[in-house]
């Protein structure tokens, strides 16, 4: 079991480019979610999926969308990357009540 | 929507000593309370976790309390070493959303 993959580990952007983080899980759990990890700020939830074909938006969702492609795969797309979403990008998924987190993409937007 | 305050947002203690984090949450429907500890680079890993329906869990040199009546909830490390200096976060949720965690406590056990 590989647990909770994300791909990619490192991207660097310029202002209003736009790109998708990958997120995919083997656990056969029904809930995912993406949180964004600022210095000072803890994780800060920005959409969830509490099911396949649902989703919801966080506390930070704007300038974000998600696609729930399948009970594996989470999906978060910046359509056009701004500087103020440079942060550590964490997935997780969850069984009852317990949440497991990928490794993390960190992303930089110039 | 939950709110969750964490306390002190730094803590250094010697090697063997005892180390207090504290939470308060603002949602009364809450009923799941995990802690989670992140080193540096790495992913959140739970260490441990408390429902509403029990007031005291332990493992080891760690402990979570519970006080529903006053909505915080602390964890307790003992006999506190070097391995435990990380990031800990807090987090709270209700059955079928999502955590929403704390702001994260630093803690650095110097030897």
């Known amino acids: 079991n590989a647990g909770v993959t994300q791909t990619p580990k490192f991207q660097v952007l310029k202002t209003g480019q736009s790109m998708t983080l990958q997120c995919a899980q083997d656990?056969?759990?029904?809930?995912m979610y993406w949180y964004r990890q600022d210095p000072g700020m803890g994780l800060r939830l920005i959409y969830y999926?509490?099911?396949?074909?649902?989703?919801d938006k966080g506390e930070v969702p704007n300038g974000y969308n998600v696609s729930r492609l399948n009970k594996r795969e989470f999906s978060l797309r910046l359509e056009s990357a701004a500087p103020s979403q440079t942060s550590v990008y964490f997935c997780?998924?969850?069984?009852?009540?317990?949440?497991?987190f990928g490794p993390g993409t960190r992303l930089t937007v110039l | 929507g939950e709110n969750v305050e964490q306390h002190p947002s730094t803590l250094s203690v010697q090697e063997g000593d005892s180390a207090v984090i504290k939470c308060t949450y603002s949602?009364?429907?809450?009923?799941?309370f995990p802690w989670y500890k992140q080193e540096l680079g790495k992913r959140p890993q739970l260490i441990i976790d408390?429902?509403?329906?029990?007031g005291e869990k332990k493992d080891q040199r760690i402990a979570v309390t519970l006080n529903k009546t006053a909505k915080h909830f602390s964890l307790h490390i003992t006999e506190t070493q070097p391995e435990d200096s990380a990031v800990y976060f807090c987090?709270?949720?209700?059955?079928?959303?999502?955590?929403?965690f704390g702001k994260g406590t630093t803690l650095s056990v110097s030897s």
């Open positions: 997780a998924s969850k069984i009852s009540d317990t949440q497991y």
């Open positions: 656990m056969n759990h029904n809930s």
């Open positions: 999926s509490a099911s396949e074909g649902t989703t």
């Open positions: 949602d009364s429907a809450s009923n799941y």
């Open positions: 408390i429902r509403s329906n029990v």
């Open positions: 987090a709270a949720i209700q059955a079928g959303t999502a955590l929403i």
